[in-house]
């Protein structure tokens, strides 16, 4: 039974203590596990919770706890009240805002599994510490796929640096290894008291633990408090000798951290051959920054990465208070494993990717069921004559590395955490490693353009490097016309999850101005447009845009149609600005993307007769087949007689009744004032010439209505999906082309040479 807030004691009523405490009691919510079935983590002392609708909860336990609770004389009782409505509120705010607690995680080995009881204390100031992450969750899960500790062979000496709460160090000793845990003085006591709690099971399986302090801004210097101490302040040994065997997990959180940890790991790393580092790191955008560091400070020291897979999940603290579906639940998490070995005859016997295809023995991996995004790398210090052996091979896999002599010394989409497509000058395009863009707000989200169009302003800014007054002044990431795959979102998104498909509208208004406030958006003064100076575009791994101006692709429509939304957007518009209504007959000057779609769209909206208009015959055979009834070739004539021969030759009777021009030439312009009926529209969608020879004359005597159009507003681009989603009009004969995204210029080159109608740029491969 689903219970309301409406169910519980209401302070008007007075309730008695006891009510109020076994309903505080009823709403206990026990911190969520990464595994949506619980059975891998699990909470000690876990409280049997009631099914609660969580909606006014908050509100409810808020009330209690400013509440004067007058009515109860005990002052004692009062307080135990307060304390636990502010309780059942922590529970309910994440986990830096909750009390201590212990954790079972059940860790896999190779006779079955054993079970590790884990401690965390209250978060407090920056000890993220004393918070046990996924990553090192997973990394312990995987240890034993390392076959680290082998039978007849002497006992693995290990050294975890940033143990934490020690819960890989714990995995690994509880797997036969003598394990030396370390960490800074502040976390160092939990980190002793977890390992004297493990203490049993780690010797029932052959392993041992001591625990030290190692500051990486010391890192030749780790002292080993006694055997039972938990605190720093009680001497110590100091620790001596190098390790063959280094972990650590979830350990770079600022620019500094990626020297500091290969110093370290330098340092107490031994030189034998096959001597190896494992370190996981979570995936999250914001440090992609320190693991290309650390990337390269391994390069510094002679380290080589040498394989990658990937696994993806779940964070254990998104999940729904009550619900335990999973299915609300954010992806946000992804890690990269490195494993780094370094001498003659490198050879990994098993993978740290082994969750997909065989581990290197032949043995058949077992998948690990867990929702989790983990890159997987393989490193080696370079040994002269030493060959580099690769791990299996795994799903979504890179190619390995090249030396380290070379490593990360070129930027290339392949290699870059987020490559971009840049225009440097005009004519100059390079490919850069831009910074991984962060969300500006929780109303924002992080997309992966799969593919872009290429529009004639790319190109005009390509060739240019300016279109009227937009100069690009420094350089800037081209692209605009572009569907991807939402990798992110803030914290109130509420229409858009991880791995949503979505059209990207490209520009952004400030939404304060008199335009704004007016509907008018597109018209914004602040507008802040994709690939139009000084605003970087979309050809890059990542970009972010407002939750709102992500339009979901349904089922059935490709992220390449989805590509071609923001041009039928553009269509949109300009028909709008027409007014077309059924009945209507309309002349598009120019067949190219933009006109052909003016075509496709005044059909959808009724226009009886729609004519193409264009001086390239294959183009406008091409306009017939596709959404044209009929078509003018112009000739090199005057605007007047050409309009004359238009008009007879397509029957328009005494004129059209709206034109548009999709070419921004000239004559096409002129010709379409003279071709129009009395009162006729006519509506200027192409871009040209900054000033030309206006008819101005037949404009007035004719009384036309003349207007411009500009980009898209609002609901165009809704209407371009819908349009295209109902199949009303289709967008994919249009693609006459794709290249991937290391193609790039030369997409813009065929699109400047006049070859085919729209070509597609693929997203960076991930």
């Not at 016997?349 to 032949?362: R, V, Y």
């Not at 007879?648 to 548009?660: F, Q, S, T």
């Not at 900054?690 to 007035?700: G, Q």
Request: hydrophobic share 35%; glycine share 8%; with cysteine.
């Amino acid at each position: 039974m689903l219970l309301d807030v409406l169910d519980f004691p209401q302070l008007y009523t007075k309730p008695s203590a006891e009510s109020l405490l076994d309903t505080l009691s009823l709403l206990t919510s026990a911190p969520p596990s990464w595994e949506s079935n619980h059975t891998e983590a699990s909470v000690e002392n876990e409280p049997t919770t009631a099914q609660v609708n969580p909606e006014g909860v908050t509100r409810y336990l808020t009330s209690i706890v400013s509440s004067s609770l007058k009515w109860i004389e005990d002052d004692e009782v009062k307080e135990q009240i307060w304390n636990q409505a502010s309780l059942r509120l922590s529970e309910r705010s994440g986990r830096t805002a909750m009390g201590a607690l212990s954790r079972k995680f059940r860790i896999p080995a190779p006779g079955g599994t054993f079970e590790l009881n884990i401690h965390e204390p209250a978060l407090t100031g920056d000890h993220l510490g004393l918070k046990t992450w996924a990553a090192s969750y997973l990394l312990a899960k995987r240890l034993h796929t390392f076959e680290i500790v082998q039978a007849g062979k002497d006992t693995p000496q290990v050294l975890e640096l940033g143990s934490g709460t020690g819960l890989v160090g714990l995995a690994m000793a509880a797997l036969g290894a003598d394990v030396v845990l370390t960490d800074l003085p502040s976390i160092y006591q939990n980190l002793a008291h977890n390992a004297h709690t493990n203490s049993e099971v780690v010797r029932q399986n052959g392993g041992s633990t001591r625990t030290g302090v190692l500051d990486w801004n010391k890192p030749s210097s780790c002292v080993l408090p006694p055997e039972g101490a938990t605190t720093v302040d009680t001497g110590g040994k100091t620790l001596t000798g190098k390790f063959p065997l280094i972990l650590a997990a979830d350990s770079l959180y600022s620019p500094e951290h990626p020297r500091m940890l290969v110093n370290t790991i330098d340092n107490w790393l031994s030189e034998d051959n096959d001597a190896r580092v494992i370190v996981e790191f979570p995936y999250r955008d914001a440090y992609l920054p320190e693991i290309a560091g650390f990337r390269e400070e391994m390069a510094r020291i002679d380290l080589q990465t040498l394989d990658e897979g990937e696994e993806k999940g779940y964070d254990d603290w998104v999940q729904t208070m009550g619900d335990d579906s999973g299915d609300d639940r954010a992806l946000l998490w992804s890690s990269r494993v490195l494993v780094i070995v370094h001498g003659d005859g490198i050879s990994p016997a098993t993978s740290a990717n082994a969750m997909n295809g065989t581990i290197g023995n032949g043995q058949q991996t077992v998948e690990l069921r867990i929702k989790q995004s983990v890159k997987f790398y393989c490193t080696s210090r370079l040994v002269p004559g030493a060959k580099a052996s690769g791990f299996p091979r795994v799903s979504n896999s890179r190619e390995i590395a090249p030396p380290a002599t070379q490593f990360l010394s070129r930027v290339t989409p392949s290699s870059s955490i987020n490559p971009s497509f840049v225009l440097q000058a005009p004519r100059k395009v390079v490919y850069e490693d831009r910074p991984i863009p962060e969300l500006p707000s929780p109303y924002d989200v992080i997309v992966k353009p799969q593919w872009t169009g290429i529009c004639g302003s790319d190109v005009h800014y390509w060739v240019e490097g300016r279109i009227g007054h937009f100069v690009v002044e420094s350089p800037m990431v081209l692209g605009h016309e572009s569907a991807g795959i939402i990798h992110s979102v803030g914290d109130k998104v509420k229409t858009l999850k991880v791995g949503d498909r979505v059209a990207m509208e490209p520009g952004v208004p400030c939404r304060r101005c008199i335009r704004c406030k007016e509907g008018k958006y597109n018209l914004c003064p602040d507008m802040a447009f994709a690939a139009t100076p000084p605003y970087d575009g979309t050809l890059a791994r990542y970009y972010t845009l407002p939750e709102d101006y992500c339009f979901k692709l349904p089922e059935g429509m490709s992220l390449e149609e989805g590509a071609l939304i923001e041009p039928t957007a553009v269509a949109v518009h300009i028909t709008r600005q027409a007014a077309v209504k059924p009945g209507d007959s309309v002349v598009v000057f120019g067949a190219g993307p933009v006109g052909l779609l003016c075509c496709a769209v005044a059909k959808a909206y009724g226009a009886t007769k729609v004519v193409t208009v264009d001086i390239n015959e294959e183009r406008l055979q091409f306009a017939l087949g596709y959404a044209a009834t009929t078509s003018f070739k112009s000739a090199r004539v005057s605007a007047e007689e050409n309009a004359k021969t238009m008009i007879k030759e397509c029957e328009l009777g005494p004129g059209a009744d709206i034109i548009i021009d999709a070419s921004g030439a000239e004559p096409c312009i002129q010709t379409a004032i003279h071709a129009l009926r009395m009162g006729g529209t006519y509506v200027q969608g192409g871009m040209g010439k900054p000033d030309i020879n206006f008819p101005i004359m037949a404009m007035c005597t004719k009384e036309l209505n003349v207007k411009g159009s500009f980009r898209y507003g609002s609901g165009d681009y809704q209407t371009a999906v819908d349009l295209v989603a109902t199949k009303r009009i289709s967008v994919k004969e249009l693609i006459t082309g794709k290249v991937k995204f290391e193609d790039a210029e030369s997409a813009f080159k065929d699109v400047k040479a006049g070859k085919g109608i729209k070509i597609l740029i693929e997203g960076p491969e991930a």
